[in-house]
């Protein structure tokens, strides 16, 4: 049952070949197995998750009909609100908040009948490329728990690579959903900005953020997407744009499809094993008949700079709600505290020191005097970069590049140098930058026995094809039936 899909647990239940609570019993006993060693799940809630299969089972019995992922095991990270679920953002700030309403991505999954079994640890309010920025301990990668399994949604992704859930959701800012996914050797997906709801995220970067899902298959992937997809009134940023039926549009047909390579980019400080890897995938898609075509992203490199100014700016002013005030944690170290000291205490005991260096750096490049030389001239790149890709696609219908230009590294090589840090995801925030789709879906090893992904980036709105894509990739490699021995 733990390496089934969830396209086969939701058949499965739904034709009652196996019940809920038996699905949801075995992946919670898997996650009890492996979590003290992974530290991927900041919260379990066994009763609240058997209840849920339990209603599941009622319902089936009583001849209902359920949702399209009835049954199917959830894990959340820790950043989307959960109604009577603690929501930490994996931040001391947050320790003990309990949100009173569900992020809309959860209120759709529950409607699908999916089963939430926990919240997933994350870098703190999704800062970060490792995993290693948590208030409650670093994610251990399942392929090899000394290094990394990628951030911020580290613990999700480590979560469906253990095969303690065939699905769960992470957000991605400026990678953080392909890249933990491309270290783990599992499906990542990171929609269109606008085709998922924001509503119930707490905010990391509101023009870059979006919600997707991790999965074992590119086909469960287009069916939580479907299920999550959508306009929603409580997100002015949510789209209109119709949502179509996603794995039907799964054919395994891509002759003729053109990929673009931008070759020049992808040349330099790549690991010999992701380039292997990355070359002998793209090979595949060719010999599946889809058109390899060498295109140019000539402000691709200015991506790292350009968003590390533009999510900073907006981080400073997101998080500036975290006073100590309303709810969260407050400082009580002195009594006597006046209100200046009690909002300087509290952010400086409840922030980690990642997510203090990005809030200093974005009041820094929002600051008068600055904004101009900084923060405006880095909007301005960041049209720049969208109109590369818009060129882009008027001679190809997907973009291939690796999705990280190193394997999974060790945890702490690289918490000393932030700038070496924030290279690992020189290959992912563009997307963001230009609100494009992009996934991630498993494309081999490196030295080491380390997964490496492919990325694939697609049109806006055009999701359709890049799964379409994806998934014939899938279908001509097994990859993404290989399991970590944990």
């Given amino acids: 049952m733990l390496q089934s899909t969830a396209s086969a647990i939701r058949e499965d239940v739904a034709s009652g070949r196996v019940s809920a609570v038996e699905v949801c019993r075995a992946f919670l006993d898997r996650t009890t197995a492996v979590n003290a060693a992974l530290n991927a799940f900041n919260l379990v809630t066994s009763e609240r998750a058997l209840a849920q299969a339990a209603e599941i089972d009622r319902r089936r019995a009583a001849g209902q009909t359920l949702g399209v992922l009835a049954g199917v095991p959830v894990a959340i990270k820790d950043n989307l609100c959960v109604r009577g679920m603690t929501t930490t953002a994996s931040s001391r700030i947050l320790e ?5 309403y569900d992020a809309t991505v959860v209120a759709r999954l529950a409607a699908a009948d999916a089963v939430v079994i926990g919240k997933t640890n994350c870098d703190e309010f999704a800062m970060g490329s490792s995993n290693e920025n948590s208030a409650f301990g ?110 039907a549009s799964l054919t395994g047909d891509i002759k003729g499809l053109r990929i673009g390579v931008p070759r020049a980019f992808v040349a330099d400080g790549v690991d010999a094993g992701v380039r292997a890897a990355f070359d002998a995938a793209i090979g595949t898609l060719r010999g599946s008949g889809a058109q390899l075509v060498d295109i140019e992203l000539p402000h691709a490199r200015y991506a790292i700079p350009v968003y590390y100014l533009v999510a900073t700016a907006e981080a400073s002013s997101n998080l500036a709600r975290y006073d100590g005030v309303r709810y969260g944690y407050r400082s009580a170290r002195d009594k006597d505290q006046n209100l200046k000291q009690m909002y300087s205490r509290t952010r400086d005991e409840g922030f980690g020191a990642e997510v203090k260096r990005r809030i200093m750096l974005g009041t820094y490049v929002l600051s008068a005097g600055y904004y101009d030389a900084y923060y405006l001239k880095a909007q301005q790149v960041r049209t720049l970069v969208r109109q590369d890709y818009q060129q882009a696609f008027e001679k190809v219908d997907v973009i291939a590049m690796p999705t990280s230009p190193i394997p999974p ?58 799964l379409r894509a994806a998934d014939a990739y899938e279908r001509e490699t097994d990859w993404h039936a290989q399991a970590p021995a944990i």
């Avoid at 003990?96 to 009173?100: E, I, K, N």
């Avoid at 945890?411 to 992912?428: I, N, S």
């Fill in 138 to 247: 670093p994610v251990r990668n399942p392929w090899a728990q000394d290094r990394t399994p990628g951030g911020s949604s580290g613990g999700s992704a480590a979560a469906v690579a253990a095969r303690c859930a065939p699905l769960a959701l992470g957000s991605d800012t400026g990678g953080s959903i392909r890249q933990p996914a491309g270290f783990c050797g599992v499906v990542g997906l990171k929609p269109t900005y606008g085709r998922v709801s924001r509503y119930g995220l707490l905010a990391f970067a509101s023009s870059l953020d979006q919600i997707g899902p991790f999965t074992h298959t590119v086909r469960d992937a287009a069916l939580a997407l479907s299920a999550i997809a959508g306009a929603d009134p409580s997100d002015a940023t949510a789209s209109r744009e119709a949502v179509p039926d996603f794995a």
């Fill in 409 to 466: 590294f060790r945890l702490g090589e690289r918490t000393g140098d932030p700038l070496q840090m924030y290279l690992a995801d020189v290959f992912t925030v563009s997307a963001n930058l230009a609100g494009l789709p992009a996934i991630s879906v498993p494309c081999g090893f490196s030295e080491g026995h380390l997964p490496v992904g492919l990325q694939l980036t697609g049109r806006m709105f055009d999701e359709a094809t890049l």
């Fill in 96 to 100: 003990h908040f309990v949100p009173p």
